[in-house]
């Protein structure tokens, strides 16, 4: 049995906010990069697609299941499980964590590259960070959003390219 199905749609908290029946956590541009997806029997888990800071696809997570493309699997990728979370490293360096707070809510922290090269960093601040592919920090425009929940939004946080970062899209 995957570890990560879920019964009904996790509540995710990411970057403060809280998604509720949201199947789009984070998009980047019209890519997106970290799923709520349905699964058989009728359950829900996480799909987080993982890419090289080259741009190269490296591989697809569902659940608790890693499947690498044929680029990621000379890439040294790895799912680890400590207790109540899932782990995905490249090398020695953490991707993302998704960890298990109670039946169907999920807590996500994130440093995951786009199809172009830029870096998009998830944590428990309040605010996404978005770099370009040569490092530099892109600025993130409009209000910061703290604490809110949002139910039955089409994209949790959208990403663009220059920086506009979108909540509760519909």
Known sequence: MDKMIFKSSPVVTIASNKFINVPTILQYEETPLIEIIKVQPA??????????????????VVGSRLFLTKEGKKADLSLIYP????????????????IREEAAALKTRAELYTPDG???????????EI???????LRIKGITMVG????????????????????GCS
């Open 43 to 60: 359950g829900f888990t996480t799909e987080i697609q993982i890419y090289h800071s080259d741009g190269s696809y490296l591989a697809k």
């Open 83 to 98: 207790n109540k979370m899932t782990v995905c490293k490249l090398g020695e360096k953490v991707l993302f964590e998704i």
């Open 118 to 128: 830029c870096f998009v960093k998830l944590t428990e601040a309040p605010q996404p």
């Open 131 to 137: 770099f370009d592919a040569s490092g530099h920090s």
């Open 148 to 167: 809110n929940t949002f139910i039955g939004r089409r994209i949790g946080i959208w990403i663009k390219k220059d920086g506009l970062v979108s909540i």
